[in-house]
């Protein structure tokens, strides 16, 4: 599998790596944090719970290590797309509610995916008004769909423990100051060519991975399979 995208030019320069919000700090942040390889499935799944979460508001939100519990082989092939690139395309809500796209680097690593931005940069001034994000995966060139179509959804999570932030930086080394947030997700989607079907994997938590196939002359669904993977 992709380690997935570690670098930290570029993406940092268009926003900023938040720190966790205050509700996540301390006690909070360090519960299942060793180093900073410890799980924090368990904390993210709560926090998911009491907030709501962005596409479907009042769903569960997971970490991404939660994903690659429920469903290994989708998680592990849309991680390997996100690692064929480094910048990839984030939508926020600006303050009137109207979206706003800008360039970010995704990091996944101590499974978690995380955000990093500039200190001061619009999205996050978004985030913090308005956690719900998405996350587009770089479409690269041609229009063959290679490794797939991906995008994830839910509520962005800011970093506000010191320690957590700085055995990030340590490990990122990122231009600072910088924000980092964690991203609680709601929904992961895959569309693919599985000729001659256009085949799209949603994945929701606590919920099955589900596929759908159509033609691009029969928009209808052919077939909608439910698979419960792990």
Do not use: I
């Amino acid at each position: 599998m992709v380690q997935g995208v570690q670098g930290v030019q570029g993406g940092w320069g268009g926003g900023s790596v938040m720190r966790t919000s205050d509700a996540d700090s301390g006690r909070e942040s360090g519960r299942r944090v060793s180093g900073l390889g410890g799980s924090l499935d368990g904390m993210t799944r709560a926090r998911g719970r009491r907030n709501g979460s962005g596409a479907g508001a009042g769903g569960e939100a997971v970490g991404w290590a939660a994903v690659e519990a429920a469903v290994p082989e989708f998680a592990a092939l849309v991680r390997e797309r996100f690692g064929l690139h480094r910048h990839h395309v984030l939508a926020t809500l600006r303050k009137d509610g109207a979206p706003r796209l800008t360039g970010l680097e995704a990091d996944f690593r101590y499974g978690e995916l995380w955000l990093g931005m500039m200190a001061g940069s619009r999205k996050v001034q978004d985030l913090r008004r308005d956690p719900r994000f998405g996350l587009h995966v770089n479409p690269g060139g041609g229009t063959d769909l290679a490794g797939g179509d991906v995008r994830v959804s839910g509520r962005a999570v800011e970093v506000s423990d010191p320690g957590l932030t700085a055995r990030y930086a340590a490990a990122v080394q990122p231009p600072e100051p910088f924000h980092l947030f964690r991203a609680l997700l709601t929904e992961v989607a895959r569309t693919s060519v599985e000729a001659p079907f256009m085949k799209l994997e949603v994945w929701r938590p606590g919920r099955p991975l589900r596929t759908m196939r159509r033609t691009s002359e029969d928009p209808e669904v052919l077939e909608v399979l439910e698979v419960l993977e792990g």
